[in-house]
């Protein structure tokens, strides 16, 4: 999450010095306390906060209380609390698999995925996990490690693993 502000002098003009104190609250309560420091090319005050997958998602409050940005000249404000609401929710990632439609006894099972975020952002890091499901005869349901490979840019399954199925036994 970035929050950014831009305070201004009475007569117009943009600080760029200072800092400013910031509350980022959780929807459920109990909040950290952020810095916002200078960014000269947007001529504003930014601070961030680095989501984690075990955050609450819902509305967030972030607040620059009233005095709580002062400059190198003693100058602060705002003279009252402002604040704004985030959402933060999950994010929808899609998921193309590639793999063969039929595997002969012996032959290796192999797949691909490329996992998206919905910019077309590769996810390249975090917990993938797979299931191979088996409806056939024996019935199979093992989880599958997965790897990213970042040169091709996929999530690659094994290039084999276990599957004992035994000729007629199944489709």
Do not use: C
């Not at 950014?4 to 309560?29: A, E, H, K, N």
């Not at 601070?47 to 002062?70: I, P, R, V």
């Not at 919905?118 to 490690?145: H, M």
């Amino acid at each position: 999450m970035d929050f950014f502000f831009q305070p201004t002098y009475p007569d117009g003009s943009i600080p760029s010095t200072g800092v400013g104190l910031m509350t980022l609250t959780r929807p459920g309560g109990g909040g950290v306390t952020l810095t916002a420091t200078y960014d000269p090319p947007s001529l504003t005050f930014e601070a961030s906060y680095q989501t984690a997958l075990d955050n609450q998602t819902g509305t967030w409050t972030a607040s620059l209380g009233g005095h709580a940005y002062s400059d190198a000249y003693g100058n602060n404000g705002p003279g009252t609390t402002v604040s704004t609401t985030p959402q933060l929710t999950t994010i929808p990632l899609t998921v193309t698999v590639t793999t063969n439609s039929t595997i002969a006894v012996g032959q290796q099972l192999k797949f691909n995925a490329t996992v998206l975020y919905p910019d077309g952002t590769p996810f390249q890091s975090g917990t993938v996990k797979a299931y191979l499901l088996y409806s056939g005869t024996p019935t199979v349901n093992n989880t599958v490690p997965v790897v990213f490979d970042t040169s091709l840019k996929l999530w690659l399954g094994p290039t084999q693993f276990d599957l004992q199925i035994l000729e007629g036994s199944g489709p």
